[in-house]
C-alpha cells in the first residue's frame, strides 16, 4: 500500500550534546570525601611543617656564621626552600585525595604555587606594617596596637586570594561557576584568625609553665583543621559537567 508523500518518516537519532549538572562529589561519598581530605590536609600541614622546620635547622647550622651575617641571601634561600618543601607535601597530600576527581599533578603543582606566593605576599606586608609602627620611634597606644594588628590580619586574610584564583584555574577544568574558590582560602583565614584570637583570650586559663607551647600546639591544630574542613565543604558543593546520550524523534 502507497504511503502518503505528505506524512513525514520518523527518524531515531542518539545526541550526544546533551549535557547534564552534577556533583564533583557524588552524595554517597560526601562522608567519606570528607573525613579523608580534613585528614589527609591535617596529616600535610603537621608533616610539611616538621619537614620543612627540620630542613630550616639543618641548612643553617651548616652555613657558617659569617657567610649567614655577610650575605642575607643565602638565610633567604634557605627560607624560602624550607617554604617549598612545606607547599609541597601539603599540596601532595590533598591531591592523594582528590586525584579520582580532578587532575593531581595540576592540584599539587596550583596549592603549591598558590601557597607560597600568598604566604610571600601575607608576610610581605605584615612586615611592611611592621616596619611602618616601628618608625614611629614611641611607645604604641592601646589604639594604635589595635589599628596596625588589624591591618596585619586584612593582610593575612586577603593574601588567600593568591592561593585560591591558582586552585581555582584547575578547577575550572572540571567545574562549572567555580569562580567563589579564589575567596575560600580567604574565608578559611578569616576563621584562622577569629580562632587565634579566642585563643588569646583564653590564655589567662593555661599554667604559665606550659602556656605557649599550648598556645602554639593549639593554634596550628584549629589551623590544620580548618584548611581542610572549609575546603572539603567547598568540594562538596562544586558541580561539572556529564554528558548523557538523548533519544529523540
Not at 204 to 211: F, G
Request: charged share 10%; glycine share 4%.
Amino acid at each position: 500500500m502507497p504511503t502518503d508523500s505528505n506524512t513525514p518518516s520518523v527518524e531515531v537519532y542518539i545526541s550526544s550534546t546533551s549535557k547534564v549538572l552534577r556533583l564533583l562529589i557524588p552524595r554517597a561519598q560526601r562522608r567519606n570525601f570528607f573525613i579523608r581530605f580534613t585528614l589527609m590536609t591535617v596529616v600535610g600541614w603537621v608533616v610539611g611543617g616538621i619537614a620543612s622546620i627540620a630542613i630550616e635547622r639543618t641548612l643553617l647550622q651548616a652555613l657558617p656564621a659569617v657567610v649567614l651575617q655577610q650575605q642575607p641571601l643565602w638565610f633567604w634561600f634557605v627560607k624560602f626552600f624550607s617554604s617549598i618543601v612545606f607547599a609541597v607535601i601539603f599540596a601532595a597530600d590533598q591531591a592523594l585525595i582528590l586525584r579520582q576527581y580532578l587532575s593531581a599533578r595540576l592540584w599539587l603543582l596550583a596549592t603549591s604555587a598558590g601557597w607560597l606566593i600568598a604566604n610571600s605576599v601575607s608576610r610581605g606586608w605584615i612586615n611592611h606594617i611592621s616596619s611602618i609602627a616601628i618608625s614611629l620611634n614611641k611607645s604604641l597606644s592601646f589604639e594604635e596596637m589595635v589599628f596596625f594588628g588589624v591591618l596585619s590580619t586584612i593582610s593575612y586574610i586577603a593574601s588567600g586570594i593568591w592561593l585560591g584564583f591558582s586552585q581555582w584555574l584547575v578547577l575550572r577544568q572540571n567545574t562549572v561557576g567555580a569562580w567563589w574558590w579564589s575567596f575560600l582560602p580567604s574565608i578559611s583565614h578569616f576563621c584562622i584568625s577569629v580562632l587565634v584570637w579566642l585563643l588569646s583570650l583564653l590564655q589567662n586559663l593555661i599554667p604559665q609553665a606550659n602556656r605557649a607551647q599550648a598556645l602554639y600546639l593549639s593554634e596550628q591544630g584549629l589551623t590544620a583543621i580548618i584548611l581542610g574542613v572549609i575546603p572539603a565543604i567547598g568540594f562538596c558543593s562544586l558541580k561539572s559537567y556529564s554528558r548523557r546520550a538523548t533519544t529523540q524523534r
